[in-house]
Antibody, heavy 124, light 107 residues
Framework: EVQLVESGGGLVQPGGSLRLSCAAS????????MSWVRQAPGKGLEWVSV???????YYADSVKGRFTISRDNSKNTLYLQMNSLRAEDTAVYYC??????????????????WGQGTLVTVSS | AIQMTQSPSSLSASVGDRVTITCRAS??????LGWYQQKPGKAPKLLIY???SLQSGVPSRFSGSGSGTDFTLTISSLQPEDFATYYC?????????FGQGTKVEIK
């Protein structure tokens, strides 16, 4: 059974740092694309970052230069290192498996499994 | 970044109603679009990918259509468990962008 379990959220002061973890079971993180998606309280979904199976990474403009996505293959775990945190980074952070595939000249990124989310609150 | 505009932002419907939600992209995205359902306090759930492909295990009352800039999610006969917020997501290019969501409420 595929399962994703996030941890590491909490209260942090503006300018501080936090590292989120997403422990996977039932599949191999390094063989898949993996993304982080966040949701501010009462707001919609915002894609944050992706790491490809090959190791390439991409970020939303709002976090570029401050957040770093990575993985530990030995632990089958995805991470999001968040530095220089701002109040607007307050959100529930979800990790998701991206079942990326290409067909007929188009490539698609369905997020087929999600974690339960971990809340990050940035406040003094 | 590609902007995704959903309409309506909310709707009220009754069990058994046919419900249609639309999503418009600010530029052509071929069929690179997914639909997600989210219930309060829960993670999103994939319903449709590649604009019209039904995710395994999702009831057939859900369907998606469209290509280019205009897309539709249809629920053919609304069930009690379908009251939720629905989001479209373009995966044509980075940054991936979601629509603002459509909340489906009980009439």
């Amino acid at each position: 059974e595929v399962q994703l379990v996030e941890s590491g959220g909490g209260l942090v002061q503006p300018g501080g740092s936090l590292r989120l973890s997403c422990a996977a079971s039932g599949f191999t993180v390094s063989s898949n694309y993996m993304s982080w998606v966040r949701q501010a309280p009462g707001k919609g979904l915002e894609w944050v970052s992706v790491i490809y199976s090959g190791g390439s990474t991409y970020y939303a403009d709002s976090v570029k230069g401050r957040f770093t996505i990575s993985r530990d293959n030995s632990k089958n775990t995805l991470y999001l290192q968040m530095n220089s945190l701002r109040a607007e980074d307050t959100a529930v952070y979800y990790c998701a498996r991206d079942r990326a595939y290409c067909s007929g000249g188009s490539c698609h990124d369905p997020f087929d499994y999600w974690g339960q989310g971990t809340l990050v609150t940035v406040s003094s | 970044a590609i902007q995704m505009t959903q309409s309506p932002s909310s709707l009220s419907a009754s069990v058994g109603d046919r419900v249609t939600i639309t999503c418009r992209a600010s530029q052509g995205i071929r069929n690179d679009l997914g639909w997600y359902q989210q219930k309060p306090g829960k993670a999103p759930k994939l319903l449709i990918y590649a604009a019209s492909s039904l995710q395994s295990g999702v009831p057939s009352r859900f369907s998606g259509s469209g290509s280019g800039t205009d897309f539709t999610l249809t629920i053919s006969s609304l069930q009690p468990e379908d009251f939720a917020t629905y989001y479209c997501l373009q995966d044509y290019n980075y940054p991936l962008t979601f629509g603002q969501g459509t909340k489906v409420e009980i009439k």
